[in-house]
């Protein structure tokens, strides 16, 4: 069982780098949606999401005596802030942003769907409806970025055939 509670921990602490790199990416991402009103209210009401499950999954470390990985979070907020600025330059950066999201989305679901699993090995039974709160958000953000993906990307090609800044 200590293994499996060395994967469990590493696994937490990086769903928690996880969360912190999304923060970073959707905040870069946020500022330059003014064009795309339906998608920037989505992406703001999935920050507020996301910090309360980054804000959830540090308890549940603590509460495990392992605090977040310093160096995973930094890292990934170092990548997140490098997609967000290599982004600002590319003519179709909503719609890679949106395609990258949706990608980011289904990691996350997945890796809370190993979180969950893991935890009902170990009988973890505090950190199981974190986890499945966590899912539920992840896989609904995924779902609605799929289905606005149609919407997202003729807003965009209507912008750029008018020569109007497509990318906002």
């Given at each position: ?47 507020a999401?996301t910090e ?6 540090r308890?549940l ?6 605090g ?13 802030l ?8 590319a003519?179709d ?23 969950i ?9 505090t ?14 953000m ?9 919407q ?17």
């Amino acid at each position: 069982m200590d293994d499996i509670r060395e994967h469990y921990v590493a696994w937490l602490r990086d769903a928690h780098a996880m969360e912190e790199q999304a923060l970073t990416m959707m905040r870069g991402m946020l500022s330059r949606l003014e064009n795309y009103p339906v998608l920037c209210a989505r992406m703001e009401q999935h920050v507020a999401e996301t910090e309360r499950q980054a804000e959830s999954l540090r308890k549940l470390l603590e509460g495990r005596d392992s605090g977040a990985s310093v160096m995973k979070d930094t890292l990934g907020k170092a990548t997140a802030l490098g997609q967000a600025l290599g982004g600002m330059f590319a003519d179709d950066e909503v719609i890679k942003g949106v395609m990258a999201s949706y990608t980011f989305e289904q990691m996350e679901v997945a890796a809370y769907k190993v979180l969950i699993s893991t935890a009902a090995v170990l009988e973890d039974t505090t950190a199981i409806p974190v986890f499945e709160q966590n899912l539920a958000e992840e896989q609904d953000m995924a779902d609605w970025l799929f289905d606005h993906l149609d919407q997202t990307t003729r807003i965009f090609l209507a912008r750029d055939e008018a020569g109007l800044p497509a990318r906002r």
